[in-house]
């Protein structure tokens, strides 16, 4: 992969992160974003799984999560190709240090690995606006294999329409209906794959 790798996230994927950060408004949250490479130049994220809400550095909790997403996505052709965080604050714009780690890790797997901030100033404002943009910053590694924000021409959202329905599914309060890993671990019946959001 080259240095002007793109990205396209599926409307699906893309929206199930953002509501899993408006879930949890208060709290940094992340998940792992699910592909493959398509073509020379295009990792396609297929899916996205919300991990967790509360101390999202913890290894363990982490190492069990991945295991079982690996376990279930590889069946299904996917691996995990990046890497998605929302910081607590509102005002936040930098990428934390486990944000970084666990990016660093997935990197190791996929070199092509994207990572995902959530960019609050661009989720306030999408209800004014017609941008079909994501509401996300792009980070790449870079030559010095440093985390690097990049172009927003490179990272986009595979339908057009993702925004209108993102806001369709904010009014209507879907994003009470998300489950993470957290949620999973405090009870095993709650689905982590969340297959009964988009029905």
Same mark, same amino acid.
């Given at each position: 992969?080259?240095? @002007?790798?793109? /990205?396209?996230?599926?409307?699906?994927?893309?929206?199930?992160?953002?509501?899993?950060?408006?879930?949890?408004?208060?709290?940094?949250?992340?998940?792992?974003?699910?592909?493959?490479?398509?073509?020379?130049?295009?990792?396609? $994220?297929?899916?996205?799984?919300?991990? =967790?809400?509360?101390? $999202?550095?913890?290894?363990?909790?982490? @190492? +069990?999560?991945?295991?079982? +997403?690996?376990?279930? /996505?590889?069946?299904?052709?996917?691996?995990?190709?990046?890497? !998605?965080?929302?910081?607590?604050? =509102?005002?936040? =714009? @930098?990428?934390?240090?486990?944000?970084?780690?666990?990016?660093?890790?997935?990197?190791?797997? =996929?070199?092509?690995?994207?990572?995902?901030?959530?960019?609050?100033?661009?989720?306030?404002?999408?209800?004014?606006?017609?941008?079909?943009?994501?509401?996300?910053?792009?980070?790449?590694?870079?030559?010095?294999?440093?985390?690097?924000?990049?172009?927003?021409?490179?990272?986009?959202?595979?339908?057009?329409?993702?925004?209108?329905?993102?806001?369709? !599914? +904010?009014?209507?309060?879907?994003?009470?209906? $998300?489950?993470?890993?957290?949620?999973?671990?405090?009870? $095993?019946?709650?689905?982590?794959?969340?297959?009964?959001? !988009?029905?």
């Amino acid at each position: 992969m080259g240095g @002007e790798t793109k /990205y396209e996230i599926h409307q699906n994927a893309y929206i199930k992160l953002v509501l899993h950060a408006l879930k949890h408004k208060t709290s940094a949250v992340n998940g792992v974003l699910l592909g493959r490479l398509s073509g020379d130049d295009t990792v396609e $994220i297929v899916d996205s799984v919300p991990l =967790f809400h509360s101390q $999202i550095g913890l290894l363990p909790p982490l @190492e +069990i999560a991945l295991i079982m +997403i690996e376990e279930y /996505y590889n069946d299904k052709g996917l691996s995990i190709v990046g890497y !998605f965080h929302a910081n607590e604050r =509102f005002d936040d =714009f @930098e990428l934390s240090n486990v944000a970084k780690n666990i990016g660093d890790h997935i990197s190791k797997y =996929f070199p092509g690995a994207a990572l995902l901030l959530l960019d609050n100033k661009k989720l306030e404002a999408l209800p004014k606006g017609k941008d079909g943009n994501p509401v996300m910053q792009l980070y790449t590694k870079d030559t010095s294999r440093s985390w690097k924000l990049v172009g927003s021409d490179r990272l986009t959202v595979k339908e057009p329409s993702a925004n209108v329905i993102l806001l369709d !599914f +904010i009014s209507s309060k879907k994003w009470k209906d $998300i489950t993470d890993f957290d949620d999973h671990l405090d009870d $095993i019946s709650k689905d982590w794959l969340n297959s009964d959001l !988009f029905n």
